[in-house]
């Protein structure tokens, strides 16, 4: 827990000024997990999504950091086809609160018969866990669409086919929030200042430093619901 201090000293040329009125309580209930979703939906934006035509717009690992923050921002920008896919159906509620307009679980987007195609079923998907989940996704993005990944909880491991890519021109996206370019991330705070409104829906903890080991615990085992922020003040 040495990490966690009320001040550090960093090189300037790192930080980013707050954008727009976001506190600095804001920007932590946001935090990489948040930055990361706005970057992949700028990601896909640049791939051709569009609110105009209100796409059909899976999100894995929902109830997750990314995944919420990936509802938040979508409904934020006018996108109403947002299907949540999640294993935890009794976050149901929350997950439509955020602006999911259905709810699925991995077991159905889960294909066992290996076909190198499936029916075209979504035209975009912000991918927060990859393995097997990701690769029967790929099979099911519309022609034309595209796939942003940023996270591997469900293993590192793509086994895929080539034809998603030739034969129906999906592109596949990869996130990183840590080498962004710095001159580039005023704007995506930018846009995350615009969303707080509907970020603000997201379930957030405040935990004390004596709780943290607990709360670690829950996330490493995937039982943690929503943002948290920890409180270094323990008075």
């Known amino acids: 827990m040495c990490g966690y201090a009320q001040y550090a000293r960093l090189q300037s040329s790192w930080i980013t000024p707050l954008s727009n009125g976001l506190s600095l309580k804001d920007s ?4 990489t997990a948040g930055f990361t979703a706005a970057l ?8 051709g999504m569009n609110k105009s035509n209100q796409p059909t717009i899976a999100v894995t690992g929902a ?6 923050m990936a509802i938040a921002l979508l409904k934020a920008k006018g996108y109403d086809n947002i299907i949540a896919i999640t294993s935890k159906d009794n976050q149901s509620p929350m997950l439509k609160s ?3 307009s259905d709810i699925v679980s991995p077991q159905d987007i889960i294909k066992d018969d290996n076909k190198p195609l ?3 079923c979504f035209d975009y998907v912000i991918d927060c866990v ?3 989940l990701a690769t029967s996704l790929l099979t099911q993005i519309s022609y034309g669409g595209a796939m942003s990944v940023c996270g591997n909880a469900s293993g590192i491991a793509l086994n895929t086919n080539i034809l998603p890519f030739i034969l129906r021109g999906i592109r596949l996206i990869g996130i990183d929030s840590v ?11 930018y846009e995350i200042s615009n969303a707080m409104e509907f970020i603000r829906k997201i379930p957030i903890t405040e935990v004390r430093l004596e709780t943290l080991a607990h709360k670690l615990d829950s996330i490493q085992h995937a039982t943690n619901i929503g943002r948290n922020i920890v409180s270094i003040n323990n008075q």
């Open 118 to 120: 499936q029916s075209q």
């Open 63 to 68: 109830t997750g950091g990314v995944g919420t």
């Open 130 to 132: 990859g393995g097997a």
């Open 98 to 100: 955020l602006g999911a």
């Open 179 to 189: 080498a962004y370019p710095n001159e580039k991330r005023l704007r995506i705070w």
């Open 28 to 31: 932590m209930i946001v935090g």
């Open 40 to 47: 992949s939906i700028q990601s896909l934006q640049q791939a």
